[in-house]
């Protein structure tokens, strides 16, 4: 059967035999010569499962090295799973490629998805590819597993609990900034290392998998950062129906974003609204603090306490911040997720 | 949080929790409170996993109505599960909605969901929902399950065995034509009802999952026909390393597809090589065949011997054709899929 394109790509299966099948390890995915996966929770466990979009011109920018894009894609969703407590497992991709997309961007792409499953020891289940009008566009379906009933949830965070995340805020939302304003860097005296540091959280959030099992011991709920952690505390406050208040001078910043914070305050602003961080926000109680934070040092990763929750107040906002004792407001001019 | 939107319908969040929150209604999807779900197979069994894509412009019309997109985008996840011998679970949904998608749309969208839910008892899992430039854009991933060791494999045919299809082959290729050629059902003096026949059977494909069980019992391989009958056992062939003969004359045809035929020999092989049939093709061993034929049966679903598999030929094509014990050649006008 011949095989015709509408580019000069190779067509479907040529690339999922040359590039794809080589991700597919696991007995379950028959080296893609299949339509369906196969596999199950190892006993004792039960699955969970995610799923992430993500489209050239919204969530990423269309000339991102496939490399990149590829570890972004896979990683948010790894994101989501590490915050539930579960352990990654493997995942099934969706992939939409317009006609202008090369073989030599899938191999880089491959290659990029390829580091993700190594450092994390996942593979590839399986998967679809189409042609679409404008792409790339990924759609990415990850498993993890968590022993049953252990599952950390957002829904389920309580009155009395203390807030904490994982390394630092902002970072992406304020190298997003600079991505789209080549001036600013300069314009604030950022050094070139400052610069490329915030960039390159925009574009390679690391996925904080190695916090999984200090969630499942210690955690009464916890979620990832993905549109802010203003936003993201809100779902967790609604869902759970407790208020939050945050100490905004508790927010652990980089050097880099306190440097601009430092020259414009209105970036403060930026970094607690404005998304992609990927860092993991969580409730635990102040009997399991030490524990906690002790947990997370020894898997590697730093947190810091920014605030607690209450009983909700029957009028008024999801969340108090403050700065420095002071009540801080919001003016909105970032942080709200066009949709 | 406010939530500001491109367009004239409500944002993410309350879209959410409109039209999809009723649609999950199993335990673990906590009513699409949290970021992911959580589930396993049952007792014995292990999942099976597929993943389809449709974008509108390729595998829909961007003008069809949303109530039959749903039930198409979902029903086609299903036939790959059934193909496989398992028993659908569940399903996340990822959605990419331009600016012009009105919550009518979405409503209508979720009506179409719903009643393929209550058809086959599953329900909503979770998702992502996504801005795109060009939509509506699905991204389905289904969640069925089988008995441990159970599943029908693509890539298992062997020689001896016998070659079945469901229902009947064509139709919705046919279908298509009459679609993008508004004057070719008078032009072949087609019926209203043929005609409108067709139609719907491009634009609503019924999944098989009444066959799994009898797959599961009787057949050594299986796959659904999404690309053509003759593309999809070519993949059968190849990856199970067997020759298939198939007399045409034992293809399944609808009255309507008859008519065409009748009309315009040209059109069965747009009949056996356009695809979206969604019937199941069933490799048999002959001592299994009358079991096989009658569990169908018994499941309220007709089938059809079409041929047979045999050692592979050193050189030479994964298929042989023949009509009336004529070779019978492609010529290759359809049927290629575009990608």
Redesign the interface.
């Known amino acids: ?6 580019s000069s790509r190779p ?2 299966f040529s690339l999922i035999e040359r590039y794809f099948a080589p991700l597919a390890t696991s007995a ?1 995915a ?1 080296h893609l ?9 190892d006993t004792g ?11 050239a ?3 990423f920018f269309e000339n991102d090295p496939p490399f990149e894009i590829a570890q972004k894609a896979l990683g948010v969703n790894l994101s ?2 590490a ?2 407590g ?1 352990e990654p497992k493997g995942y ?3 992939l ?1 490629l317009s006609k202008d997309i090369s073989e030599e961007w899938v191999a880089e792409f491959c290659r990029g998805l390829k580091l993700v499953q190594d450092q994390f020891q996942i593979d590839l ?10 792409g790339p ?1 990924l ?1 990415i ?1 990850a498993f ?1 597993q ?1 022993p ?1 009933g252990q ?1 950390v ?3 389920e965070a309580v009155a009395g609990a203390l807030l904490y995340v994982t390394g630092t805020i902002g970072d992406a939302a304020l190298g997003l900034k600079l991505r789209l304003d080549e001036a600013l860097a300069d314009k604030l005296e950022l050094s070139a290392e400052q610069r490329d540091f915030l960039l390159n959280r925009y574009l390679l959030p690391q996925p904080r998998v190695g916090a999984a099992q200090a969630l499942r011991d210690y955690a009464v709920a916890a ?2 950062v993905s549109d802010g952690l ?2 993201d505390l ?1 779902h967790m406050c609604r ?1 759970s129906q407790v208020h939050a208040s945050v100490q905004l001078e508790s927010v652990p910043l980089s050097d880099a974003a306190s440097a601009m914070i430092a020259k414009d305050a209105a970036f403060r602003e930026t970094a607690i609204a404005g998304g992609d961080d990927y860092e993991i926000l969580a409730a635990v109680m102040p009997e399991n603090a030490g524990a906690f934070e002790k947990a997370l040092q020894t898997a590697g990763l730093s947190c810091s306490r920014i605030g607690e929750l209450h009983e909700p107040e029957a009028t008024g906002p ?1 969340i108090s911040l403050s700065l420095n004792g002071e009540a801080y407001c919001l003016l ?1 001019a970032d942080g ?4």
């Open positions: 059967m011949n095989e015709r394109t509408a067509g479907e379950g028959v010569q299949d339509d369906a996966a196969v596999f199950a929770p466990c039960e699955l969970v499962v995610t799923k992430d979009m993500l489209m011109g919204v969530h989501d799973l915050a539930k579960a099934l991709l969706g939409g289940l399986g998967g679809d590819t189409i042609s679409c009008p404008q566009l759609s379906t993890g968590v049953t599952v949830r957002r829904n979620m990832d203003v936003a809100g869902t999801a909105g709200f997720k066009h949709f």
